[in-house]
């Protein structure tokens, strides 16, 4: 299928059936890559030049955020299975907040904290805190109760069928809810950067878009739909390794469509 799409946008751009105002042409997408784009709109970085620079000041807005955002969301999450004080006490205000979108919240950050790279870092960061939240609540809700019954008839401590049973039963459901929380760091970096911070992959697209330049906003996506992919594989790679034990992470594991005879 990807070769089949670009082998349909080389010939309706080259052959002239769409305006190169719409859509360019592929060459015209590596000569803005070859150049890096040797500006940024709005950079606060003096070293940040291009492509590169933005790059990687987008990767590590990722990284730290999710860094930060990573152990309240586990810790959280699993308070929740453990406690029904807990979940009576925060659970609801979190509920109240979850559905609201992110992005509402960022101009109210931006002017608590500036239109620094740190404010991104922290719209990023909680929506990493949400998202393993509620995966680490319906993970503990979904462990078989047989397990636990089993652990506590062998006169095991609550906490240690907790430690030893429970949290080793979620970790393939936490792989899949972490695997979510980054990608969703990929969109909520793009807009923190697009709508203010100056820096990053999404400053340098807002710059492009000022210019009209088509070209350069698409190879920007591709760098980001790129940098989304590699790191869920990574994550995909990490999440087999480590739940080989489990049916889900098992090499033979088929889905149930599959053991059903669907093709």
């Given at each position: 299928?990807?070769?089949?799409?670009?082998?349909?946008?080389?010939?309706?751009?080259?052959?002239?059936?769409?305006?190169?105002?719409?859509?360019?042409t592929p060459q015209r997408l590596w000569e803005n890559?070859?150049?890096?784009?040797?500006?940024?709109?709005?950079?606060?970085?003096?070293?940040?030049?291009?492509?590169?620079?933005?790059?990687?000041?987008?990767?590590?807005?990722?990284?730290?955020?999710?860094?930060?955002?990573?152990?309240?969301?586990?810790?959280?999450?699993?308070?929740?299975?453990?406690?029904?004080?807990?979940?009576?006490?925060?659970?609801?205000?979190?509920?109240?907040?979850?559905?609201?979108?992110?992005?509402?919240?960022?101009?109210?950050?931006?002017?608590?904290?500036?239109?620094?790279?740190?404010?991104?870092?922290?719209?990023?960061?909680?929506?990493?805190?949400?998202?393993?939240?509620?995966?680490?609540?319906?993970?503990?809700?979904?462990?078989?109760?047989?397990?636990?019954?089993?652990?506590?008839?062998?006169?095991?401590?609550?906490?240690?069928?907790?430690?030893?049973?429970?949290?080793?039963?979620?970790?393939?459901?936490?792989?899949?809810?972490?695997?979510?929380?980054?990608?969703?760091?990929?969109?909520?970096?793009?807009?923190?950067?697009?709508?203010?911070?100056?820096?990053?992959?999404?400053?340098?697209?807002?710059?492009?878009?000022?210019?009209?330049?088509?070209?350069?906003?698409?190879?920007?996506?591709?760098?980001?739909?790129?940098?989304?992919?590699?790191?869920?594989?990574?994550?995909?790679?990490?999440?087999?390794?480590?739940?080989?034990?489990?049916?889900?992470?098992?090499?033979?594991?088929s889905m149930v469509g599959e053991m059903l005879g669907?093709?």
């Open positions: 299928m990807p070769v089949a799409v670009a082998a349909l946008w080389f010939a309706v751009t080259n052959l002239g059936w769409v305006d190169a105002a719409y859509l360019p890559l070859s150049t890096g784009f040797h500006y940024l709109a709005g950079s606060r970085v003096p070293f940040v030049e291009g492509i590169p620079g933005a790059t990687w000041v987008s990767l590590q807005m990722v990284l730290i955020s999710v860094a930060i955002g990573t152990p309240p969301g586990l810790v959280v999450g699993l308070l929740f299975g453990y406690s029904r004080l807990f979940r009576d006490l925060f659970e609801f205000s979190l509920d109240a907040i979850r559905p609201t979108p992110l992005i509402a919240l960022l101009p109210m950050l931006m002017l608590w904290f500036g239109t620094e790279m740190s404010t991104g870092v922290r719209l990023i960061s909680f929506g990493v805190f949400l998202i393993l939240t509620i995966a680490g609540t319906e993970a503990v809700r979904n462990v078989p109760h047989v397990y636990v019954r089993a652990a506590l008839t062998a006169g095991a401590s609550r906490f240690h069928v907790y430690r030893t049973v429970v949290i080793p039963a979620i970790v393939p459901h936490m792989m899949a809810g972490f695997r979510l929380a980054v990608v969703v760091s990929w969109g909520l970096v793009v807009a923190a950067e697009y709508m203010g911070t100056g820096v990053g992959l999404g400053a340098l697209m807002f710059g492009r878009v000022r210019y009209l330049d088509n070209a350069g906003i698409i190879v920007i996506v591709l760098i980001l739909a790129l940098l989304a992919v590699l790191s869920d594989f990574l994550l995909r790679a990490v999440a087999k390794r480590f739940t080989r034990w489990s049916s889900r992470g098992a090499a033979s594991a669907s093709r």
